[in-house]
């Protein structure tokens, strides 16, 4: 029996969001838990994003794993909470008929799907916002939602109909935007500015055609 046979559902998952991670531009940072997993990406537009699943703590919690992206113009704007001042929460997560899939695979899709942030944002307009916005713009955002971009202004204003709560307004406000997986189109793109665009050649196309193969039969 092979050592791959053996392992759990969530155990192959995460398996393979590492095999994901071995693409360049794309990162599993150590979070020193098991109830956080982090992956940094960089999209083929320049932009980086951080993907973060987590869950509370406690052995037999039921609790499903909840996602987050959050979006920066540089990054090195992940590395201190003053930079963090720069980045801002896109409103994305996966399609509900997709949420049943173990928290790995979730994340990879993820993870792929903001890789290719560029085909991303002809689907989803809040991604083209974010790419667009200019990095001293997102000092004063604090989500890119489907419907609108949510300020910190207007969080603070909205705060004093809700008895000064800021997060009850943050949740009325709050509406994730579901994606689909994207196919994975490994080719060169180019970029302006001082991002260097990638070298996808240097990257084993078989192996990155296994990859995509490999997602398109879990999604299907």
Known sequence: MSTV??????????????????????????????YKIVVRVRGRSGRHYEVEASRPIGLFMQTPW??????????????????????AKLCLNIHE??????????????ALSLHNDVKLAMEIPLVAQFI??????????????????????MIDESALYYGGNPQHALD??????EIELIDFLPGFWDLDGDEEPFDLDSIQTHWLQDVSDDIMQRFD
Request: with cysteine.
């Open 5 to 34: 046979s053996e392992l759990n559902p969530h155990e192959k998952s995460m398996q393979f969001l590492r095999e994901v991670c071995n693409i360049d531009g794309i990162e599993m940072i150590d979070s020193n838990s098991i």
């Open 66 to 87: 909840t996602t987050e992206v959050v979006g920066a113009a540089w990054k090195r704007d992940f590395d201190s909470e003053k930079t963090r001042a720069y980045t």
């Open 97 to 110: 008929n997709k949420e049943h899939l173990p928290v790995g695979d979730r994340l990879a899709s993820l």
């Open 132 to 153: 667009v916005c200019p990095r001293e713009e997102l000092y004063h955002v604090f989500t890119f939602q489907e419907e609108m971009v949510v300020t910190q202004e």
């Open 172 to 177: 009325y406000m709050e509406q994730d935007r």
